[in-house]
């Protein structure tokens, strides 16, 4: 049931999360009112896409070339808007490129009045949303018909689109079906899908019998020819762009590519990137003004097909200039990152979003439409997860979009003691560190935690992370020296370096003491790096500059570990794929890049590699382990996911003859420190609960022990479960002899 | 990746175009053929719209468009409201069991939409592997990238209201004729 303080807040109005306030009265909303068939919705649209991808035969290739078709398409922007003009006038139609939001619906206005419109049916854009058209049509008294289903139930419930390709996708049925017996008064039954469709259709069909104008947007458009892919699943495009004599097409100049032989490389990748179909049910591709014959079906004495494109600017060209958003108007639209993204999955775009782009990539939609940075405050919801990277079919860095918005706030005048506390993580470890004893026993004395959450926010319910009593620099030492007398025989062929990353060293020694000793059983010693910032804690908190320092310090360092003939091992997921991926912007050589990338390793993953490689028996491991029989629970970190690794911890332990159950949550919701936070505590315990859901089915079913890689993703699970989660390697550890 | 043949391709759209939830059916290229087809389909219906042929052999369509059911030229009155409509197509694609439909000058594309059953007429000469290859002149002699026209993959379909429903604005039904 919705709560009566809910009931007074409106998506239209928590739309413009400008103050923070607004943004967090917009969370609680969704997690009260819309969290169920959000996380239905896009989980079902996650799933399909990914079975989708499964049957495009060239994926990789095909995202590939998506990505340089856009990548020339916007460095020649403004040639190719020449040349699409000219080729849209030589067939008879218009062309117009309005610089402001304003300027469009202005120009549509007029075309319509022209025509003395009193309907227009108009088919889904939210470029059209961009612009306030509907509001400005109908302050001419020319009603507007939305056609996409979603959309017409937008138009009823007067809310703001949730999501760019279903803006329903918040509402469940019944909600729908409540919603439209409160505003229609019909004998009909309005309780099942085809009931409620049925309705909707009906109502619509008059529309467009009688509509003297039909709006549209465009996906694609072709310079050379003048073409526009349109793609749909229900039919109304099809006839918005066919039944009335007058169309309008409104588009984002992003949207404009060279040619359409390109049209092939994107057709199947947006329907399976989007819907997970293997094409849209209805792929247009449209050449208009339409030879068509007028129908007049509305009663209308029209003779001639006309035609109107508008090119919308309204900030895009600046985007263009921009050296960090610029990559956003490569987006062609799918939702991906949106479907994928454990936090959209929970509170969608009314949260996650700004007025109508939403999830990651609608921070820098927003901020680059609106002109206003505030409006981008949503892109906080962004936890640097990366599950969007490699779902983007043109390979947006979305996660950096957001970093961007969070930086520039910053510098606009927003620090804020939280981002510092937990972007500077390092220097309060090193401190309170010296005396551990203490500052443990303080961090959970009730009148301190209280101070925590008043001061930095750090939310009082959760644990602060424990310091360890010796950090793993000193244990490792003190290790080294008791087993000095012992000779390791070594069958290593490079030299092994446990990278000593902050965490690891002062809240997870025994992990990284974990790896030193696994590895020495299996005859392969390691040496510990110095312990160093990485940058992955300023990063997420969008301190930039200081992630790109560490960055740049700990490369230099890595290189010359790597020049000396080592191998690198990394205990924490996110360190790694921050030095796998993320350093890419900041370590301006790719040669030097490219070695980071081939010589730095999850221990686990490097295990798999020497056991392929030949190096490592696994039947002479497999002897050595006493208990095979243990069924195992697996939670892959989301970075390590999206570098690529995900499988390889599962498959080891699968090749060792373990059962393996694994996660199927993207994210765990804890997110590094996201989940810590008080303003963001609801939201990471929400997406946590789909995690800890499937371990529990998973022990019904015989699991007896919980594993996860990421150090955050375990601090989740045991916070939501009470019980214990090992890394992997902890556990091989424990159970080869 | 291993050459297609002919049989191949009409194979591979024959279970695509089932995939998508559309019926199909392959029968010989004769006008007696098309017409039985034809007719077996519409057994229900009072009347039904043909579009002019422009895509296929208009002698095909010879005997059928006799058929006293058949209305060729509706009034404006009876392309609102008639129920079934019958058009070719130029082409279609083995990997996804779409049709593609031309946008020309007669009402071809205006009773695919329109209606609430649609029969398409197709080539199977004209069946290329991936929807791509329409974008390319190394297919149909690059009739693809010649003209507008839909991809038509299936009945209309929507999950805005919660679950899938089929039959939202364009046909609920696509049964398609493969003339071999």
Known sequence: MIKSSMQEIHPREVANKGDKENLQKAIGMALEVENDALRLNTQTFNANRYNAIKKLNDYEGLKDRARKIKEKSIENLPELINKLTAAVQSRGGKVYLAKTKEDAAGYVKDVC????AKLVVKAKSITSEEIGLNDSLEKENIEVAETDLAEFILQVSKEQPSHIVAPAIHRSRERISKLFKENFRTAQKLETGEELTKFARDILRQKFLSADVGISGANLIAANEGTILLVESEGNIRLTTQLPAIHIAIAGIEKIIETKKDFGTFIELLAASGTGQQLTTYTNILEPPLNLP??????RQDTLREFHLVLV?????????????YEALYCIRCSACMNVCANFQAVGGHAFGGECYTGGIGGAWTVGTTGKLENGRF?????GCSRCIPSCPVQINIPHLNTVIKNRLIKKGEPSLQRKFFGNFSVLARFTSTVPTLSNWAANFYLSKIIFEKVIGFDKRRNIPRFAKSTLTKQYQNYKRDSSIREIESNASTKLILFADVYTNYNNPHIGMAIVKL??????PVTLSKVMEDGRAAQSQGLIDAAGNSAKRLTRYLLELIADGADLLFAEPSVLSMIRYDYKKFVNDNRLFLKLQNNCYDPMEYLLKIVKEGTLNVDWLKERITNRNIKIFYHGHCQMKSIGIGNSTPDFLEMLGFEVDISIAECCGMAGSFGYKKQYYELSKNVGKDLTKQIRKSQVDGCSIILASGNSCREQIMDELGEEVYHPIEFLHKVIG | MPVQTHVDLVNQFLLSAVDSVATVEKIARTP??????????IADEQFVLLSQPDDIDKELFSLFEKNEKVITYPTGEQLKTIRTGITDSFCAVAKTGSVCVSVNKY?????????RKHIVVVDSRTIVPRPADLFSENYLEGKGLSK???FITGPSATADMGPLVRGVHGPGQIHIIVLD
């Open chain 1, 294 to 299: 007028v129908l007049n079906l509305n009663g």
């Open chain 1, 313 to 325: 600017d309204n900030g895009r060209m600046k985007m263009r200039e921009d050296r960090d958003l």
């Open chain 1, 519 to 524: 590895f020495e059983k299996l005859g392969l």
């Open chain 2, 32 to 41: 007696e053929a098309l017409n039985e087809a034809l007719l077996k389909e």
């Open chain 2, 107 to 115: 009402l071809t594309s205006a009773i695919s939409m329109l209606t």
């Open chain 2, 148 to 150: 507008s026209f839909s």
């Open chain 1, 379 to 383: 892109a906080e919801l962004c936890t």
């Open chain 1, 113 to 116: 009045k022209s025509h003395s």
